[in-house]
């Protein structure tokens, strides 16, 4: 005689909750607002600005101008999310993860795109979230000046660049959910555009310093907005495409084949730092 089994009843699926190392409150999405708004003039000023402005007509001091401000304002935002909520252990795996991104990009030296730390800023914003993923790539970004000494008014683009890359990749959907190879998809994919995104707003920082008499593809004050857009695609054709590819297909790279191991590290750290859980300290027993 057979006799029938009873299926054992299956656990529900249970989406892990994501922690955030630093919650976004009003302010710091106020100030970060602000910060990318007042980013996006900087960077695209040459598209905006009529070729009869004061500003047009002083085309190369434009970017130092730019530059002074993006520092201000980037550490105001920087301040700012710090108050709300950025905490010592936050602030300890912010010093390790900046340090390591810092170290990491002198690797390859910008050789053929060669840059891991793009990857690195990719799987930190991802795990630790949007709030944390801007201050660390501006931090990082601004670590690494310093150690390659690559300090000049660039500097500041390339902070606010780095650190909307980084937040990018906290904003994706699917952060307590998608997991496996389907993550690893989404980031990968994502660091091959942002990749190109990096290199390109990083063109229109450096491209309006280039004098309009030394090349056709320089930015020209007096010429219109379609002809300055087809010089700066030409711009970016032959100056920077070559680096922005290496770049994408070295962060597509390591994101696949290092990044398993990466996510697990940094969510085991988070899960034992307990970011959200306040410090306390217990008095001395008599």
């Not at 299926?7 to 699926?13: F, V």
């Not at 101008?65 to 252990?89: H, M, W």
């Not at 690893?184 to 990749?195: D, I, P, R």
């Not at 290496?246 to 990466?262: D, E, I, K, S, Y």
Request: proline letters at 8%; one cysteine or more; hydrophobic letters at 55%.
């Amino acid at each position: 005689m057979t006799t029938a089994h009873t299926p054992r009843p299956t656990r529900p699926t249970r989406a892990v909750r994501a922690v955030r190392a630093v919650p976004l409150g009003p302010r710091s999405l106020t100030a970060l607002g602000l910060v990318s708004a007042v980013g996006v003039v900087a960077f695209c000023w040459p598209f905006l600005a009529p070729p009869s402005s004061r500003l047009s007509a002083h085309a190369e001091d434009a970017p130092w101008l730019f530059a002074g401000l993006l520092v201000l304002l980037v550490a105001v935002v920087a301040a700012t999310i710090s108050e709300s909520g950025l905490g010592p252990k936050a602030v300890a795996m912010l010093g390790v993860l900046a340090a390591t991104g810092a170290a990491l990009r002198p690797i390859g030296a910008g050789t053929a795109g060669i840059e891991p730390m793009f990857f690195l800023m990719v799987l930190s914003g991802r795990v630790l979230g949007p709030g944390f993923g801007f201050v660390l790539g501006s931090v990082t970004m601004f670590a690494s000046a310093l150690l390659t000494g690559g300090v000049g008014p660039w500097m500041p683009f390339q902070m606010l660049a780095m650190g909307w890359f980084t937040m990018g990749a906290g904003l994706l959907p699917g952060r307590s959910r998608l997991r496996g190879r389907g993550e690893l998809l989404l980031l990968a994919g994502y660091g091959f555009v942002a990749a190109f995104a990096y290199g390109t707003v990083m063109n229109l920082a450096g491209w309006p310093f280039m004098g309009a008499l030394t090349s056709n593809i320089a930015f020209d004050p007096h010429a219109t907005v379609p002809a300055n857009l087809a010089r700066f695609a030409a711009y970016c054709l032959a100056t920077s495409m070559g680096w922005d590819l290496g770049r994408a297909l070295c962060t597509v790279l390591l994101t696949l084949f290092v990044g398993p191991a990466l996510l697990r590290a940094l969510r085991r750290a988070t899960r034992r730092a307990a970011f959200e859980t306040a410090v306390t300290f217990d008095a001395p027993a008599p």
